[in-house]
């Protein structure tokens, strides 16, 4: 009798010891698993693109790193027509310079709310922050130019408010149009909001984010010939990231074919 206690002691510890392994490995593999996402990006001071990595610190918390490519407008930018002649397009007038920012940073992002199941909806809260640099550019116009009373000719020009008004511009030139003439201002960013992901599959990602961010540069960028330029812009944000989470200990399970498979 006493063999058979001790024996049954040997087998409730052991067995209990392989299942809390089972339990162990089960919690490294959600740890583990990482995500990419791709966002497109809408804010009060123009529009992007961004890519980002997420590296699963622990069931909570992750560190990010993220790429942003986006426009930057002067807040006092109006988009026109020529008030005298009918001509293709719009303008945005005394508008000196085209500016595309690219940023790269670092951050976390923390869960606060855990989807409960795949119809629900996991709130999670981000900051990133890092350099920037800021590329510009002249723009140029298409100007009308009269010859005659009755005729005119097309040239291109960079904008120069004490030579151009409303009624002279045609158009717009090419974006690409003095792109040899472009220059870069370095700076800092930060960023910070809310990520909602709502995704109906296990290993793909949908989720809105909103929040604000700022971008700071060491002198004012010329956007504007008409307006007083800054050098920091704040701004507010909301963008839709997709992508797909990639387990590291699993290979075979990052492939395309088992990533979009639907869990039944």
Same mark, same amino acid.
Not at 242 to 260: C, H, R, V
């Given at each position: ?10 087998? $409730? ?17 959600? +740890? ?24 699963? $610190? ?40 085209? +500016? +595309? ?102 290993? +793909? ?30 701004? $507010? ?28």
């Amino acid at each position: 009798m006493r063999k058979l206690y001790i024996s049954a002691l040997f087998v $409730l510890f052991f067995g209990s010891q392989l299942s809390g392994q089972g339990e162990i490995d089960e919690q490294a593999r959600i +740890v583990f698993r990482n995500e990419f996402t791709f966002g497109l990006i809408l804010s009060t001071d123009g529009y992007g693109i961004s890519y980002r990595e997420g590296k699963r $610190l622990d069931y909570f918390n992750r560190r990010l790193l993220e790429f942003d490519m986006v426009t930057l407008k002067h807040p006092k930018e109006v988009r026109l027509t020529n008030p005298a002649y009918q001509t293709p397009g719009s303008f945005i007038f005394g508008k000196k310079n085209s +500016v +595309v920012v690219f940023r790269g940073g670092i951050g976390h992002q923390k869960e606060i709310f855990e989807k409960g199941d795949l119809g629900g909806v996991a709130v999670r809260y981000f900051y990133t922050a890092g350099p920037v640099i800021a590329f510009y550019k002249p723009i140029y116009y298409k100007i009308l130019k009269f010859v005659s009373s009755y005729e005119a000719e097309i040239i291109e020009e960079k904008f120069d408010v004490r030579k151009h008004d409303p009624t002279m511009i045609y158009g717009k030139c090419s974006f690409f149009r003095g792109i040899e003439e472009g220059k870069f201002l370095p700076g800092l960013y930060g960023k910070a909001g809310f990520n909602f992901e709502y995704s109906r599959q296990e290993k +793909v990602i949908h989720a809105i984010e909103i929040g604000a961010q700022i971008d700071a540069f060491p002198k004012a960028i010329p956007i504007m010939d008409v307006a007083k330029n800054k050098a920091v812009y704040f701004s $507010l944000f909301a963008s839709y990231r997709f992508g797909m989470i990639i387990d590291p200990l699993n290979p075979e399970a990052n492939k395309l074919s088992n990533i979009f498979r639907v869990r039944r």
